[in-house]
């Protein structure tokens, strides 16, 4: 179990770099927020890691509307490490991101996205031996 609980957050820590470069030049520019309150909560597929790892998530604000910033989002990104947040968080990229993303160096961006299904593969294992966890 700990072997995988590694190799998950060494998988979140060679991509985050990469994602962050982009967020960074796109989504202060970008006239609407889709870091909303409604994608801040933990599914249970994102408890398995949390719990895994011996850390707890954070306190649900249920008085802030789901329509709002999320609830971690600051002046400078989101307050948790890439690792801690929803899954859902970490996999979305609008298409501005996206095309910022596609338009870097071809073997910047494939490298990103083989690390980015090595982490989707680590976290299906932990998955599967945690069903009791579901």
């Not at 910022?100 to 989707?120: C, G, I, N, P, T």
Request: charged share 30%; with cysteine.
């Amino acid at each position: 179990m700990e072997k995988i609980l590694a190799e998950i957050k060494d998988a979140f820590d060679s991509i985050s770099p990469y994602i962050q470069r982009h967020t960074e030049a796109v989504c202060p520019s970008c006239p609407g927020v889709c870091c909303v309150n409604r994608h801040s909560y933990y599914d249970k597929s994102d408890m398995v890691f949390i719990n895994a790892l011996g850390l707890k998530g954070s306190n649900y604000k249920p008085d802030r509307e789901e329509n709002k910033p999320c609830r971690f989002l600051q002046d400078d990104g989101c307050s948790l490490p890439r690792y801690m947040r929803p899954f859902r968080c970490t996999w979305y990229f609008c298409e501005s991101l996206l095309d910022s993303m596609q338009k870097d160096k071809a073997k910047e961006y494939r490298a990103f996205v083989s690390a980015f299904q090595r982490l989707q593969g680590i976290r299906q294992k932990l998955l599967e031996m945690n069903v009791s966890w579901r």
